[in-house]
Nanobody, 126 residues
Framework: TVTLLEIGGGSVEAGKSLNLSCEAS????????MAWFRRAPGKEREGIAA???????DFADTVKGRFTISKDNARNILYLQMNSLKPEDTAQYYC????????????????????WGRGTHVTVSS
């Protein structure tokens, strides 16, 4: 079992930046594919950024060019750097992980991910 803990949510103004962290309780961090999902009010949860265990990344069109994802393998931490935030980025953000390589076309799908954090909330005001 892997425990994921999201850190870094909060309230910011539109146009500002925020960095989320996800601490993973595993000694095999490098072998996991990981992703960030979010659920906005009244909407279903969506995958927004993912990094496979070999470093391949994928981003939702809604965040492409504004958000970056990275892994610190020495510290077992996944990051989501969010820039140029918009009110529509307001959501509960979740970290997810699964052992092994996920196919490129499935990196932003929920189904392949076995482990989930409890989430952290981000509010972006206009």
């Amino acid at each position: 079992t892997v425990t994921l803990l999201e850190i870094g949510g909060g309230s910011v103004e539109a146009g500002k930046s925020l960095n989320l962290s996800c601490e993973a309780s595993t000694a095999s961090f490098t072998r996991y594919s990981m992703a960030w999902f979010r659920r906005a009010p009244g909407k279903e949860r969506e995958g927004i950024a993912a990094v496979a265990n070999d470093g391949a990344t994928d981003f939702a069109d809604t965040v492409k060019g504004r958000f970056t994802i990275s892994k610190d393998n020495a510290r077992n931490i996944l990051y989501l750097q969010m820039n140029s935030l918009k009110p529509e980025d307001t959501a509960q953000y979740y970290c997810a992980a699964t052992w092994g390589r996920i196919s490129d076309g499935l990196l932003l799908d929920e189904a392949p991910y076995r482990y989930w954090g409890r989430g952290t909330h981000v509010t972006v005001s206009s």
